[in-house]
């Protein structure tokens, strides 16, 4: 991308492996034809924010400006552009290029681009620049990767829908999990089971909630509003369960059963992962005799992610959120590690990045 008329931008970058944030200055390229610069007002706190800056996959470039849960307000737009203009609210997701030429590309599921998709942040894009996320001023991004945020929905909330929002939004789609009546389990009740929670409901589904925590019980039932809530380690309550949910959307991390949850499944019901255990083990007639399934998803293409941003404003779904100033974050990434968020952080860059 050309460097002429790139302007300075503040961010909070990590150094190193420890994954401590503080403020940071780069530098953002200028926009061009296609281009759209996005003044950052919220950017959410994912995972990934403990993943990456602090190196465990082994591919961290530092300095490392995080958050790919970005919404704010258009300020710029370049000379082809056609589906924004200045003042629009508007977000960005994980990603922000692709080929545009593969078959995924051009079935709008540009996350599985055969020559690679390119991360929000931490990622070299096809000139060789490093990309840096949303803990930052402002974002210029190509118009295929932006996404309208309809105008009374508010962009602090926005902001996880671009993450944890579509991860699980597009699974359910994908295997017509929008039959109201059928049921769906959801196993874990953080970010993403949140989100699972609420489409589900708003679906029309019956919707049960794993988890191996009690204290759990009452804010999936009363808060989010699912039917039943169930301790995944209670045997008899499982047990009670078999044959009886037509879809799963796992969402959990650690290790666990997975035998054990695909016999909660109805002949040919399917169990989705959106988690990343470190392995999955589970015996072969437990799919074979009920012509039940595995499938794994991470986020989705631009389409749906439209489609989901239009969903949530329609039927006024929206996340639960803690807002926090950019100066709070490391102690927030702390939380989020000890599972001390009810679900998603949300730093207000707007306000408390200058």
């Not at 490093?130 to 974002?139: A, D, H, K, M, R």
């Not at 049960?208 to 008899?236: C, H, M, P, R, W």
Request: aromatic letters at 8%.
């Amino acid at each position: 991308m050309s460097s002429e008329n790139a302007t300075d931008c503040l961010g909070w970058a990590a150094r190193d492996a420890s994954g401590v944030l503080s403020p940071y200055k780069f530098t953002r390229w200028a926009v061009q034809s296609d281009d759209v610069s996005v003044k950052i007002t919220h950017s959410g706190v994912c995972y990934a924010e403990v993943v990456f800056p602090r190196n465990k996959h082994g591919d961290a470039t530092y300095p490392l400006v995080p958050g790919h849960e970005i919404a704010g307000i258009v300020q710029e737009v370049g000379s082809n552009v056609s589906g924004f203009k200045v003042g629009d609210h508007v977000g960005v997701g994980t990603y922000v290029n692709s080929c545009r030429e593969c078959d995924y590309c051009n079935g709008r599921l540009e996350v599985y681009c055969e020559k690679g998709v390119v991360y929000t942040y931490n990622r070299p894009d096809f000139d060789g620049t490093i990309t840096q996320g949303g803990f930052s001023t402002y974002i210029v991004v190509h118009q295929r990767y932006c996404f309208r945020i309809p105008d009374a929905y508010p962009l602090a909330s926005a902001a996880p829908l671009l993450c944890a929002g579509i991860t699980v939004y597009s699974p359910m789609m994908r295997h017509k999990m929008n039959q109201p009546g059928k049921s769906l389990g959801v196993i874990g009740l953080g970010g993403l089971g949140h989100m699972a929670v609420k489409f589900g409901k708003a679906l029309g589904l019956n919707v049960n909630v794993f988890s191996t925590s009690i204290s759990k019980k009452e804010e999936s039932l009363t808060l989010l509003g699912a039917d039943k809530f169930v301790v995944s380690s209670d045997q008899e309550q499982m047990t009670a369960l078999a044959k009886s949910l037509d879809f799963i959307i796992d969402t959990v991390s650690a290790d666990h059963s997975f035998d054990l949850y695909l016999s909660l499944l109805k002949t040919a019901g399917v169990l989705v992962m959106v988690g990343a255990p470190n392995e999955v083990k589970l015996k072969p007639r437990s799919l074979i005799l009920g012509m039940k399934s595995i499938s794994g998803s991470v986020v989705g293409g631009t389409k749906e992610m439209q489609e989901m941003l239009d969903f949530c404003a329609a039927h006024k779904i929206y996340p639960n959120i803690e807002i926090i100033p950019i100066q709070y974050v490391n102690e927030a990434i702390e939380r989020l590690i000890k599972k001390g968020v009810k679900y998603r952080f949300v730093v207000d860059i707007e306000i408390s990045l200058k």
